[in-house]
């Protein structure tokens, strides 16, 4: 659910490094039911790069039992989903940097709109009382 249930999160862009390097990231991820599914949040990664463990840092147990898709309309994306009886996992992986597309952008003026409807919505029916935001209920 988008603000105002929720704080939006954005995943930070990686630029291309100029001397054509890479960057190594490694994400935190939830399993729920013994299942993780979705994006990974960079894009361009090289699959063969692509470890899990249930710790950080290429600690505890190797997973080894997970998929990674690459979305025909964007290949530049990768879809894993990963099989483990643990709560967490860490996911290592290589990229070279992110593509920044219109989803991207239209994700953050959306947010920024709801945000700005937020604001207007306190304005109207609400009290600013210099420190934060009182509702009355109409």
Do not use: C
């Not at 988008?2 to 490694?26: A, C, H, M, R, W």
């Not at 070279?96 to 029916?125: C, F, H, W």
């Amino acid at each position: 659910m988008p603000y105002p249930d929720q704080i939006d999160q954005f995943t930070e862009k990686l630029n291309k490094k100029s001397d054509g390097s890479v960057y190594t990231v490694e994400e935190e991820l939830p399993i729920n039911g013994g299942v993780y599914q979705g994006f990974l949040g960079h894009d361009n990664i090289t699959n063969s790069t692509i470890r899990v463990y249930t710790g950080p840092q290429f600690t505890g147990i190797p997973v080894t039992n997970f998929i990674v898709s690459i979305p025909s309309e964007t290949p530049w994306k990768r879809s894993i989903k990963i099989f483990a009886q643990t709560e967490t996992v860490y996911v290592t992986y290589e990229t070279p940097g992110d593509m920044v597309e219109a989803e991207d952008v239209n994700n953050l003026q959306d947010s920024l709109i709801r945000t700005q409807a937020e604001i207007e919505r306190y304005k109207a029916t609400g009290i600013i009382d210099g420190g934060g935001f009182i509702r009355e209920e109409v």
